[in-house]
């Protein structure tokens, strides 16, 4: 409805389609207006020096979560990996205890950096208002071509194909392979691991006739990639704060504005850090005689 008036159906396929499905993950026809605008409103029209499109050229953990551990150990925090929390210990007024399989540990703040399933099944009895709405897919595509095969850059998006948008991983160091993504449902979910790399086979053989059959091929499916960004999604998405003093929400899917994107991750993650800097200043002032 968003479009319908405004603008025409080539625009809106070429264009807004595919735009709304990258930021959204979730296609037109159900997809949120407001967050859609939110997106487009804070990429081309926001402080600044608006948004940058960047390509990492390294993986994502030596990117991101690497450094944020780093910086942790180096200022006196500890981390603990791969253990799996399994019960959080509500208290109001009181430190939280954390249990996993081998321990337990209690902490004055608790920070919930967790997906909405795994978020629901720790805080099962607080009255956190999580959304029980779908969760969308992303599916991708790895095609281990010869290193002489390449793109003309290092991402081109696709109209009226399954595959939507393929990536060159030469800039990551890996010559020859093309990932090829795919977001948000659609007619791929319905073809198993082998017909689906056939099918992008076939039509990246169509655009690029020169290609070879590719050496190696891989499919990853991340079923509950996002949250299901549709209409009326934001009066479903909770605040940073939990209800339980001490425990907070962080996680792309706490309202803020934005669909389920690493920036809104951030940005919930800075949200806390600064709710729990000033609960702990609150608690430390003197008390007015």
Known sequence: MLLAEKQS???IHYLWEPLCLAS????????????????????FTGPGDHSDLLI?????????????????????????????IE????????????QWETGEAMFDHVVLATPPGATR??????????????????????????EQVRLSQPMLGLVDH???WLFDRRVCGQPGLIAVVISGQGPHMELDNERLTLRIIDELQTLFQ????????????EKRATFHAGVGIEQHRPSP???????????DFVANGLPATLEGAVRNGERCARAIVDACRDRTLPKAV
């Open 24 to 43: 959204l993950n979730t296609g037109i026809q159900t997809g949120s207006a407001t967050l859609f605008l939110n997106v487009l409103q804070e990429a």
């Open 210 to 221: 020169d290609w070879p059959f590719p050496d190696q091929t891989l499919v990853v499916r």
């Open 121 to 146: 099944r720790l805080l099962p009895d607080t009255g956190v208002a999580l959304s029980a709405a779908a969760e969308d897919p992303v599916c991708t595509v790895y095609l281990q071509f010869p």
């Open 87 to 98: 019960t959080v210990q509500p208290r109001p007024g009181q430190r939280q205890t954390l």
């Open 162 to 164: 399954i595959g939507q």
């Open 9 to 11: 159906p080539r625009l």
């Open 56 to 84: 990492p050229v390294t993986d994502l953990g030596s990117l991101l979560p690497r450094p944020a551990l780093d910086y942790i150990e180096k200022h006196g925090g500890d981390i603990h990996l791969s253990q799996r």
């Open 241 to 251: 704060a939990s209800g339980v003093p001490g425990i907070w929400l962080a996680g």
